[in-house]
């Protein structure tokens, strides 16, 4: 049978399929299908667009600028910090223009970085551990530059220079660093100057990562007003942080301000080579612990500082050179004990017991509380028994009564012991009025002086036994020992056992018995200038700040203050003066007490007692409102008698000063 199936139509592909209607015809469902397809499409070159959009047009010029700067290079330049002068314009700090070595790690070779910082160190002698640390450090700002090594020789910085393309990422520069023209003059008074800590970075504001800042003293404390305002340059690198333009200035650095200190350069190199003599005299006594010691000297009409000096002492160069050896004694808590604290300035912070340099603090409280009239004859004897305790005297030959100008003159002892006493019998609702008197002359607290930090010392008293010995500190005998008995108050008359002070404490108190009453500030700051052609203002600096805090008037009777100031005259010219010796043959009238402060010292395995030797005064005593009067405050550390060290080392500033010497030799004496 002959085949029924009809012939292909031409243009045709495929055969109808009898099983389909409609084979062609779109279903609701695959409309649906394309029409979620078709939104996708649609909705991702739309999110495409808008993100084209954003980039171009939006955040253009950002990221032209950012695609700049992977070309630019923007250098934070520091301004040189203002100069440091003493009173007289004298220049004791300013800067040096150094060459320094600076690294960009964002630019350092992804391989090869370790071996060129590697070879950096060794051509610069610096430790390899000190510039990765820094790098590290630095972690977070990976475009900013560290610092390998400041004041680079000129052989490193030619060779450097040389092989410039064999470092990527290395660039040399000019830097400031602090020039110390007098050495170790007032080293911790001065400060130097570091980079910041992280601690620092977070307590302060306005300063960066890397900033150099000031650490302790004047650097410190007047930081921002000597610091100056950073400039910016502007370079031009490749894509491995080599240079291919000259340094463009974009910002000028302004310098930082002037600081005028109320210092006397030449009184203070006085007094620093005053305590030197002063501990080598003791050691030629058999002082053989005496390695210490602090001078403070002012003017007792507005607390102005002439000299702060302490030893041992360090010269701030060290801060620039990183020497670490030299460093040690600042840095490394063992090496620092070794070298008996170099960084401790003992005039504002070394606390002491002063001894018979105190005496007068109690008999001006006694003669203000009307327990004591200057002229009531007590005896002076080479014991006295109290309460069944006994106090020796200094002198353990003294046999006579005594008036208080002959006490202070001669340092009675026991004299003062029954001052004590009498303080102790007072009823106890007048309180402890020798600690009241102590603390309205300054003692417990700080001076306030300008420049820290500085130590309040101690005034013990009730409240603070009570609060110091409990059953947790004092186990054993707390019950006891938190008693104010009345050895407490013999022994705090003649400033000893638990009482302590500074130097600058002991000076702020000498300077009221020199002014008649008035508590000065002490401070160190003259003013802030603006530096001008010269060396002052008359010179054309501008004053922008000036420091003069006004003294205090404490009402005390005046005729109280005359009787003690009668006995340091006493002190020092009479026959039986503690340090007439010392100070009898000088031209000039010079009142002042003598000071030996027992204390106990530990050495190696065991302790032993010393003696710290002090002597505190003024002068002119006749005219103490002149413009050449002085107080100063001398300690020698283990020094042995106050006649024997500490009165010698004084001596040499007064010569200082008023620029005269003594008609005859001094001569030192065992003498409280």
């Given at each position: 049978?002959?085949s029924?199936?009809?012939?292909?139509?031409?243009?045709r592909?495929?055969?109808?399929?009898?099983?389909?209607?409609a084979?062609?015809?779109?279903?609701?469902?695959?409309?649906?299908r394309i029409?979620?397809?078709?939104?996708?499409v649609?909705?991702?070159?739309?999110?495409?667009?808008?993100?084209?959009?954003?980039?171009?047009?939006?955040?253009?010029?950002q990221?032209l600028?950012?695609?700049q700067?992977?070309?630019?290079r923007?250098?934070?330049?520091?301004?040189?910090?203002?100069?440091?002068k003493?009173?007289?314009g004298?220049?004791?700090?300013d800067?040096?223009s150094v060459?320094a070595?600076?690294?960009?790690?964002?630019?350092?070779?992804?391989?090869?970085?370790?071996?060129?910082?590697?070879?950096?160190?060794?051509?610069?002698?610096?430790?390899?551990?000190?510039?990765?640390?820094?790098?590290?450090?630095?972690?977070?700002?990976?475009?900013?530059?560290?610092?390998v090594k400041?004041?680079?020789r000129?052989?490193?910085?030619?060779?450097?220079?040389?092989?410039?393309t064999?470092?990527?990422?290395?660039?040399?520069?000019?830097?400031?660093?602090?020039r110390?023209?007098?050495?170790?003059?007032?080293?911790?008074?001065?400060?130097?100057?570091?980079?910041?800590?992280?601690?620092?970075?977070?307590?302060?504001?306005?300063?960066?990562?890397g900033?150099k800042?000031?650490?302790?003293?004047?650097?410190?404390?007047?930081d921002?007003?000597?610091?100056?305002?950073?400039?910016l340059?502007?370079?031009?690198?490749?894509s491995l942080?080599?240079?291919?333009?000259p340094?463009?200035?974009?910002?000028?650095?302004?310098?930082?301000y002037?600081?005028?200190?109320?210092l006397?350069?030449?009184?203070?190199?006085a007094a620093?080579?005053a305590?030197?003599?002063?501990?080598?005299?003791?050691?030629?006594?058999?002082?053989?612990?005496?390695?210490?010691?602090?001078?403070v000297a002012?003017?007792?009409?507005?607390?102005?500082?002439?000299?702060?000096?302490?030893?041992?002492?360090?010269?701030p160069?060290?801060?620039?050179?990183?020497k670490?050896?030299?460093?040690?004694?600042?840095?490394?808590?063992?090496?620092?004990?070794?070298?008996d604290?170099?960084a401790?300035?003992r005039?504002?912070?070394?606390?002491?017991?002063?001894?018979?340099?105190?005496?007068?603090?109690t008999?001006l409280?006694?003669?203000?509380?009307h327990?004591?009239?200057?002229w009531?004859?007590?005896p002076?004897?080479?014991?006295l028994?109290?309460?069944?305790?006994?106090?020796?005297?200094?002198?353990?030959?003294a046999?006579?009564s005594?008036?208080?100008?002959?006490?202070?003159a001669?340092?009675c002892?026991?004299y003062f012991?029954?001052?004590?006493?009498r303080?102790?019998?007072l009823?106890?609702?007048r309180?402890?009025?020798?600690?009241?008197?102590a603390k309205?002359?300054?003692?417990?607290?700080?001076?306030?002086?300008?420049?820290?930090p500085?130590e309040?010392?101690?005034l013990?008293?009730?409240?603070?036994?009570?609060?110091t010995?409990t059953?947790?500190?004092?186990?054993?005998?707390?019950q006891?020992d938190?008693?104010?008995?009345?050895?407490?108050?013999?022994?705090?008359a003649?400033?000893q056992?638990?009482?302590?002070?500074?130097?600058?404490?002991?000076?702020?108190?000498?300077?009221?018995?020199?002014?008649?009453?008035?508590?000065?500030?002490?401070?160190?700051?003259a003013?802030?200038?603006?530096p001008?052609?010269?060396?002052?203002?008359?010179?054309?600096?501008?004053?922008?700040?000036?420091?003069?805090?006004p003294?205090?008037e404490?009402?005390i009777?005046?005729?109280?203050?005359?009787?003690?100031?009668?006995?340091l005259?006493?002190?020092t010219?009479?026959?039986?003066?503690?340090?007439?010796?010392?100070?009898?043959?000088?031209p000039?009238?010079?009142?002042?007490?003598t000071?030996?402060a027992?204390?106990?010292?530990?050495?190696g395995?065991?302790?032993?007692?010393t003696?710290?030797?002090?002597w505190?005064?003024?002068?002119?005593?006749?005219?103490?409102?002149?413009?050449?009067?002085?107080?100063?405050?001398?300690?020698?550390?283990?020094?042995?008698?106050?006649g024997?060290?500490a009165?010698?080392?004084?001596?040499?500033?007064?010569?200082?000063?008023?620029?005269?010497?003594?008609?005859?030799?001094p001569?030192t004496?065992?003498?409280?």
């Open positions: 049978m002959a029924r199936t009809a012939p292909l139509r031409p243009g592909f495929l055969p109808r399929d009898p099983r389909s209607e084979p062609y015809r779109l279903t609701p469902q695959l409309v649906f029409g979620i397809l078709g939104f996708l649609l909705a991702a070159f739309a999110v495409l667009f808008v993100r084209l959009w954003a980039l171009q047009v939006l955040s253009g010029t990221f600028r950012a695609a700067n992977n070309q630019l923007l250098l934070r330049t520091d301004a040189p910090r203002g100069p440091i003493d009173r007289r004298r220049v004791l700090v800067n040096a060459t070595v600076i690294v960009w790690p964002a630019d350092l070779p992804d391989k090869g970085a370790y071996a060129e910082l590697r070879r950096l160190a060794r051509i610069l002698h610096v430790p390899l551990a000190d510039i990765t640390s820094q790098i590290e450090k630095h972690r977070g700002d990976p475009v900013a530059p560290v610092t400041e004041f680079v000129e052989p490193e910085a030619r060779y450097l220079l040389e092989h410039q064999e470092f990527p990422g290395m660039r040399l520069t000019n830097a400031y660093v602090r110390y023209h007098h050495g170790d003059l007032a080293a911790q008074l001065l400060g130097y100057v570091g980079e910041i800590s992280d601690l620092e970075l977070k307590e302060t504001h306005g300063y960066r990562a900033d800042i000031g650490q302790g003293g004047i650097e410190a404390s007047f921002k007003e000597l610091r100056g305002q950073a400039g340059n502007e370079l031009r690198v490749d942080g080599r240079p291919t333009s340094i463009e200035l974009k910002e000028q650095p302004g310098a930082g002037a600081v005028r200190l109320t006397d350069a030449k009184l203070q190199q620093q080579r305590i030197i003599d002063g501990i080598n005299i003791a050691q030629e006594n058999k002082n053989w612990y005496a390695k210490a010691g602090a001078i002012l003017d007792p009409n507005d607390g102005a500082i002439r000299a702060l000096a302490s030893y041992p002492t360090y010269n160069y060290v801060f620039t050179s990183r670490k050896r030299e460093l040690a004694p600042l840095i490394d808590a063992n090496a620092a004990t070794e070298a604290f170099p401790l300035n005039a504002i912070a070394g606390v002491y017991p002063p001894g018979s340099t105190f005496k007068p603090v008999a409280a006694a003669m203000q509380e327990i004591l009239s200057p009531d004859s007590l002076c004897v080479g014991q028994t109290i309460d069944k305790q006994v106090f020796k005297n200094w002198d353990p030959f046999n006579s005594m008036t208080l100008p002959t006490a202070i001669q340092s002892d026991t012991y029954n001052v004590g006493k303080f102790y019998d009823p106890p609702d309180g402890q009025p020798l600690q009241k008197w309205t002359f300054g003692f417990g607290q700080p001076t306030g002086l300008d420049v820290g500085e309040s010392g101690l013990p008293t009730i409240k603070w036994k009570q609060e010995f059953k947790k500190t004092d186990p054993t005998n707390w006891i938190r008693i104010w008995k009345s050895g407490d108050s013999v022994q705090l003649i400033g056992k638990d009482m302590l002070a500074t130097p600058l404490q002991m000076a702020r108190f000498y300077a009221l018995l020199a002014n008649g009453g008035k508590l000065v500030t002490p401070h160190v700051v003013d802030v200038e603006q001008g052609p010269g060396n002052g203002p008359a010179a054309g600096a501008l004053v922008l700040r000036r420091f003069n805090p003294a205090k404490l009402n009777d005046p005729n109280a203050i005359q009787v003690i100031r009668e006995g005259f006493g002190a010219h009479s026959a039986l003066g503690t340090s007439s010796g010392v100070f009898g043959a000088f000039i009238g010079i009142a002042g007490k000071g030996t027992e204390r106990s010292l530990d050495v395995s065991y302790s032993t007692h003696n710290t030797s002090w505190c005064g003024f002068g002119p005593f006749d005219d103490p409102a002149s413009r050449k009067a002085l107080v100063v405050c001398a300690v020698i550390e283990n020094g042995g008698y106050g024997e060290a009165a010698p080392a004084a001596l040499e500033v007064f010569e200082q000063n008023f620029g005269i010497k003594p008609t005859a030799a001569e004496k065992q003498a409280d």
